[in-house]
């Protein structure tokens, strides 16, 4: 039976229990917790199956039908009223960074969960049936390419792509899915979505800082990754003339500043990385002779982006003559810029609006799962501000009055559309 509110718009009138919704998202971060308050549940790692069991026994607490597919996308479903329309969806993930917080990817998952409980406390039934997908290895933190669930779903990458993933250990993504028991049978993909939203914290500050409760997302920067690998020769730190060294992490370094170079460069807009670096042999007394590096390059606007990519290009040759280095330079990922399907940014916006909630209109700094799933279905995504815009960091925050508040706003948008 629809919940009726005065203004005759189903479903209008019901709110997600934020106490619930809080101590579900506290109970996952217990799994993978840190020292410092976050969580480091790592793409496929024992970690990372704990959480996933935890939320597959909740969402099996809460009468939704669970299947696993052949990436180790979980899908949780709860019927409509007509079971041949496609699903309503939301969701994120349950992976984190190594000093990851406990609410980037988790919220998405745990919202989708408490709007379905919502429903579920009020008898509502809906016409289309309603899903709450964890997709694989978001982050890209474990596996070199993020949101590689939700791509393989959407078609952009190839499925033996996903599988054939390694980590830096050599451990591929398809053995690992097998090791903690989520190599699911369902196909991956294929099937159509009516329409994908995703609630997240904006991992950044400008939500905060202009004191508004919802971002109202209308699309996702661009992003591009680079692999680098710079060959010199080992020598010992000792003997070996100032003149004659071939110092691998000396060319390393004049890539990590031209990189922090052409980020500022490119301003506004622009973000350029270098997160990740191994030394090889890493040893104190030994002239580096080979360092592999990761380069993230971003930019809202795709010349821009690609501007950003040949002037690293340009710089990482340039380090590799003047060192006397071989220099081997791969771009392995890429998502372009996104723009939101208007219907679904503007389900959101009325959500908020309606709820009484301040919104303003943002653009994501980070990838997420919708940004592969606006490919394929109708997307959008609902922000909440996190304390001093930080994220990726133990010490990621959010208050639990906001974090309802985008709840509220994903049950309201997933109704409306
Ligand atoms: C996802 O976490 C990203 O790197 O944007
Ligand atoms: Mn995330
Ligand atoms: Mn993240």
Redesign the pocket.
Known sequence: MATENPSGQPGRNIRIDGGRLWQSLMDLAAIGATAKGGVCRLALSDEDREGRDLFVRWCEEAGLAVSVDVMGNIFARRPGRNPELPPVMAGSHLDSQPTGGKF?GAYGVMAGLEVMRTLNDLGYETEAPLEVAAWTN???SRFPA?MIGSAVFAGISELAEGLGLQDLDGNSLGDELARIGYAGEAAVGGRQVAAYFEAHIEQGPILEAEQRVIGVVGGVQG?RWYEITLTGQEAHAGPTPMPSRRDALLGASHIVAAVNRIGHEHLPGACATVGLMQVHPNSRNVIPGRVFMNIDLRHPETEILDAMGAALQTASEAAAAEGGLELDFAEIHHSPAVVFDPACVAAVRNGAEEAGYSHMDIVSG??HDACCMAEVAPTGMIFVPCADGIS?NEEESATAADLEAGCNVLLQAMLAV
Do not use: I, M, Y
Request: charged share 35%; proline share 11%.
């Open positions: 980037d978001e982050e890209g993020p992003l980070a990838g990726h």
